[in-house]
């Protein structure tokens, strides 16, 4: 009698959690899909589609600058690393926030006052349109669909622990693997839908809600997992190193990037490689990323855009600063055992901490499964407002460069650009939904570290070069961009990633020829080569007075959209 009551008990716990969570989250859905709706009204124009009318404020822009940038891979990938894999994984917070200073040093307000709506805007300044706006179309769909297929994956990896799914057990008659797959489809037809029906403005206004919610949420799991360790932080990393079965090695470096080999130097320096080539990709991503860059055209001016990014240094800082309490705690009190039995790859353990911290603090099961669904909601809203910007830059790129640029010669009304846009976003969406199926097995954090190195080869040379060499021409801009998107890709095929270790994308297949999991350590410099190259071979000469007025411009802001 007693084990049945027990049972029962638990079962009606288990219920209690799934049913909180579906309500939590379908209200975030509908208030999100209400400022959608509410800001498509006010999307009359190109500009309000493409820039929100570049009427937000830099405290504004700061915050959906961090709503975009602190995404599934912040929240869940970093904290199951760390819960995981310890010292290691907190270099991903490092390089994270180290990366913003290169973006605000040399990309925000330069790009701010030379573009109009895309990255390509500024590479084509003084180049010939139509193969320079092609190559950069190209990379940045290759780029976003690379981070959609984070977020996807941290979705997938969320649904089954929200629903109270494991395997053997089945909610709706669906298996763990069928509520992943439907929640990727799910996630991907609201990505569509704002971007869409909203826009740079409803996608803009979601990534708010999504910053503060996200910010809240971590400080409260933060100082409650600090309460339970009374505020002692070396406490707290004692009990993780303990907790883990892997003693001072936890809280050391080595114990995933880096790893000495005994009796082989060849392994040993592969593996210090791989976490140099980490490093790059992560310091240097973020001025090449697409979906970051295009939010410094949402604000009204240059001013405007410094304050912007110095808003979102603070915030995005504030919040890597908290995944060292969210990972290490999620190491000490729910522990890894626990964490790898619902996901392998460590990505549940921010909200498996969460469920941990309720029923400590928070009135037993009832509180656990409370502060769980609260937490699910926040993840979610992460996961929705990073695929909405992502999915936005991709689609303008398409519209403006590709369409009206390319194929149309600037022929087009902006009623024609914004329709093929939201066409586009139909397509992106549809191509990150299918791929995202076959990535299940990955870290997200992981994943977006690729899309770090692939976007740190082929967009950042190009932008650098553009905005700082006189003499650099379009046989240049397009050597530095299909070169090093090129490098990136063909490196990662060829790698580990894909073929040849247990979490690979086929793991059944072994045509790994590339040692490294990360390629930014060859394929940025081969970025930057290719472009240096294909300018200095050239016979094209470089348009100085257009170079003249691009060098105004940016500097001064003078003539800026």
Known sequence: MLT???????????????NLTLVLFLLLVAATLWLTIWASRQTRTATDFYAGGRSFSGFQNGMAIGGDYMSAASFLGIAGIIALYGYDGFLYSIGFLVAWLVALLLVAELLRNSGRYTMADVLAFRMRQRPVRTAASISTITVSI??????????????????????GSTFLGMTPDTARLVTVVLVGALMITY???????????????????????AILMALLVMWAFRFNLSSMLGEAAEASGRGSAFIEP???????????????????????SLGLALVLGTAGLPHILIRFYTVPN???????????????????????ALGFGAAALVGAEAITAQDPTGNTAAPQLAEELGRRYLGGEFGGALLLAVIAAVAFATILAVVAGLTLASSSSVAHDLYANV?????TTER?????????????????????????????????????????SGNLPAILYSLFWRRFNTTGAVSAIYGGLLSAVLLVTFSPVVSGAPNSLFPEVDFSWFPLSNPGIISIPVGFLCGWLGTVLSREPADETKYAELEVRSLTGAGAH
């Open 4 to 18: 049945a009551a027990v049972s029962y008990a638990q079962e009606t716990t288990s219920n209690t959690a799934r």
């Open 146 to 167: 690379f981070y959609l297929l984070a977020q996807m994956v941290g979705a997938g990896s969320l649904v089954a622990l929200l629903l109270g799914i494991r395997e």
């Open 254 to 276: 080595g114990l995933r990037y880096g790893v000495e080999v005994p009796g082989d130097s060849w392994q040993t320096f592969i593996n210090k490689m791989d976490l140099i």
């Open 407 to 411: 194929l149309r010669h600037g022929r």
């Open 416 to 456: 024609q650009e914004v329709v093929v846009a939201k066409g586009a976003a139909f397509v992106i969406g549809a191509i990150s939904i299918v791929l995202a199926i076959f990535a299940q097995n990955l870290n997200v954090a992981f994943l977006v570290a690729l899309a770090f190195a692939v976007a740190a």
């Open 195 to 217: 971007v869409a029906v909203g826009g740079m403005r409803g996608t803009t206004y979601v990534q708010i809600v999504k910053a503060f919610l996200l910010m809240c949420g």
């Open 302 to 324: 240059a001013k405007a855009a410094r304050r912007s990014v110095l808003w979102a240094i603070g915030i995005i800082g504030t919040f890597y600063l908290l995944t060292l």
